[in-house]
């Protein structure tokens, strides 16, 4: 498994984007299913979306749909989040990790262990 690490968060105004970025390192993004979870204080884990190996599929948990787009770039070992129409709630910190895959489709249940994760304010 590849060892990924998270990038571009930061304290953004309600209502603001943010684009996440996980680099791979060691090994290929290639043939790994990438997720994208997140812990806000307080809370448990959750994950927020992941794209798959074959044909990019994308998944979406039901808070982050029209808001939030995963997609990857090979060429570049990177994995994307894309948000927008950030609210307080997404605040908290997103890690990315490689996920199940099944028929397919990504599903988001992490298989690698996680990094330092990046952190995400939403705040005016």
């Known amino acids: 498994q590849p060892q990924l690490e998270e990038s571009g968060g930061g304290l953004v105004q309600p209502g603001g984007s943010l684009r996440l970025t996980c680099a791979a390192s060691?090994?290929?993004?290639?043939?790994?299913?990438i997720g994208w979870f997140r812990q806000a204080p307080g809370k448990e884990r959750e994950g927020v979306s992941c794209?798959?190996?074959?044909?990019?599929?994308?998944s979406y948990a039901d808070f982050a749909k029209g808001r939030f787009t995963v997609s990857r770039d090979s060429a570049k070992e990177t994995v994307y989040l894309q948000m927008s129409s950030l609210k307080p709630e997404d605040t908290g910190v997103y890690y990315c990790a490689v996920t199940m895959q099944r028929y397919g489709s990504c599903i988001l249940s992490p298989l690698s262990p996680w990094g330092r994760g990046t952190q995400v304010t939403v705040s005016s």
């Open positions: 794209v798959s190996t074959s044909d990019g599929r994308e």
């Open positions: 060691g090994s290929s993004l290639v043939d790994n299913a």
